[in-house]
């Protein structure tokens, strides 16, 4: 092998390794279709009732930078730990899923739930996250 086939070798090389890296670097967990296919259909039906408020986007941004961000990101794009909150499984569900699935959570795949917070606060984290289209 001549000095050009080699170093073109090494170069293929670092360069499919760098792709290899960034792509597991970029890893996100798949959101939870499943599970949010769970919720009963009484709350599959309620309607947020702070839907398309303004403050409640606002406390609902606060409280997600709080309680969420260090899992889901502060863009809200996922990661390794928790998927990606703009991805069409979450955004095509209904707020009272999503307000099911933060009251109930899935520890099993490493997703509290936010129980203890009162309900006008997990409504709020529903307008915010129904935002990230």
Same mark, same amino acid.
């Given at each position: 092998?001549?000095?050009?086939?080699?170093? !073109? @070798?090494?170069? =293929?090389?670092?360069?499919?390794s760098s792709v290899a890296w960034a792509w597991q670097q970029?890893? *996100?967990?798949?959101?939870?279709g499943g599970e949010l @296919? &769970? @919720?009963?259909?009484?709350?599959?039906a309620r309607p947020n009732p702070y839907e398309k408020q303004p403050d409640a986007v606002k406390a609902g941004r606060k409280l997600f930078k709080?309680?969420?961000a260090q899992c889901h990101g502060d863009d809200a794009r996922g990661?390794?730990?928790?998927?990606? !909150?703009?991805?069409? *499984?979450?955004?095509?569900?209904?707020p009272g899923t999503l307000f099911w699935f933060l009251r109930n959570g899935n520890l099993k795949e490493g997703m509290p739930s936010w129980?203890?917070?009162p309900?006008?606060?997990?409504? &709020?984290?529903? =307008?915010? *996250?129904?935002? !990230?289209?």
């Amino acid at each position: 092998m001549n000095c050009r086939n080699l170093l !073109l @070798a090494i170069v =293929s090389l670092l360069t499919i390794s760098s792709v290899a890296w960034a792509w597991q670097q970029a890893k *996100v967990r798949e959101p939870p279709g499943g599970e949010l @296919a &769970q @919720a009963p259909e009484s709350y599959r039906a309620r309607p947020n009732p702070y839907e398309k408020q303004p403050d409640a986007v606002k406390a609902g941004r606060k409280l997600f930078k709080h309680h969420c961000a260090q899992c889901h990101g502060d863009d809200a794009r996922g990661s390794e730990e928790a998927p990606d !909150l703009r991805a069409d *499984v979450i955004q095509n569900s209904s707020p009272g899923t999503l307000f099911w699935f933060l009251r109930n959570g899935n520890l099993k795949e490493g997703m509290p739930s936010w129980s203890r917070l009162p309900d006008e606060r997990l409504w &709020q984290i529903v =307008s915010y *996250v129904k935002t !990230l289209k």
